[in-house]
């Protein structure tokens, strides 16, 4: 029985489609998804959010295939953010954030940071979303990009100014969201 080469990478997709892909992040390093598996995934996470943040995201979604020619992006799960994370290194783009306050009203600043390893300076903070009334969803979009030279580093604050030497947001405070980058 001859096979060809297309029908085994169909099969092999197919079998991966069925298991709902590969796993998104592995270590440290940035790894896209097609964008169809990608923007299933936004879909699935944005099945509770307000109708505002739906087209938002279904606008973003039509200027990428449009306008960057659907690029491969990966989503980044953001869970009840606390202190300082670090998903990814090297060089990288954000194109979209979506950042949802749980139900307290304790304030929280969602912050990313252009660094390879932590929070320290707060000279590498590039976006900070005031996050300051339960259930609050804020969204930002970057038609090209936000460029990070160094990697992204998250964090969540109970001070504007937050980094390192500032307290942290404790578990319930933090965020709740995503992000795509690429």
Known sequence: MRTSLRSI?????MA??????????FGAVLTTETPVTMWDKVDARLSRATPCAQMMFRAMKSWCMQNLRGINLQLLDIADLTGFTNPL???IRVYAVYVK????????????????TNDATAADARVDIALLDANQENILIFPDGLALASGVVLGAY???????????STAGD?????????
């Open 174 to 182: 933090g965020p709740n969201g995503f992000m795509l980058v690429g």
């Open 89 to 91: 290194d090297g060089v």
């Open 101 to 116: 306050k749980q139900a307290t009203g304790t304030d929280s600043f969602f912050k990313i940071f252009d660094n390879a």
């Open 158 to 168: 109970t001070a504007f100014i937050g980094a390192n030497a500032t307290t942290a």
């Open 16 to 25: 991966l489609g069925a298991l709902g892909g590969l796993p998104v992040v």
């Open 9 to 13: 990478v169909g099969f092999v997709l």
